[in-house]
């Protein structure tokens, strides 16, 4: 489950997707106000919840480095269905063990990726 914030506008717009740390969901407060603020930039930005956290389905004592892996290949496969997302400006920011994650996928599906964010909680919090 996720949730895709585009920003006003008829244009495509590039796309932050947030994969958060291990006691992360999507709906804690600092990632719906980072999400608010890119937003607010023009920055398209995708908040979900890996499987055992949030509103998903799953055990979190079942979390894996791997499963959250597929879940990310399945964040991207939706959001590249998406009419107003520039498929040739997506970034990735990675807190905690959404880093961990963001690696191994784009090893595994060999995709180059200009741009990384790896961020800690005092850093993004001042956003």
Same mark, same amino acid.
């Given at each position: 489950? /996720? @949730?895709?914030? %585009? *920003? #006003? /506008? #008829? #244009?495509? +717009? *590039?796309? @932050?997707i947030i994969c958060y740390g291990f $006691? =992360?969901?999507k709906s804690k407060r600092i990632f719906v106000g980072l999400s608010r603020v890119l937003g607010e930039n023009g920055i398209a930005s995708f908040?979900?919840? +890996?499987? =055992?956290? =949030? $509103?998903?389905? /799953?055990? +979190?004592?079942d979390i894996t480095v791997r499963r959250e892996v597929e879940? %990310?290949?399945s964040a991207i496969e939706f959001v590249l269905k998406?009419?107003?997302?520039? #498929?040739?400006k997506i970034v990735f920011l990675g807190h905690s063990l959404g880093c961990a994650v963001i690696l191994p996928f784009l090893v595994k599906n060999k995709i180059f990726v200009p741009? %990384?964010?790896f961020g800690r909680r005092h850093l993004i919090r001042e956003i």
């Open positions: 489950m /996720g @949730v895709l914030h %585009l *920003p #006003k /506008g #008829k #244009k495509k +717009f *590039p796309l @932050v $006691d =992360g969901w908040r979900f919840d +890996f499987e =055992g956290h =949030g $509103d998903s389905e /799953g055990n +979190f004592e879940d %990310l290949e998406q009419k107003r997302i520039n #498929k040739n741009t %990384l964010i």
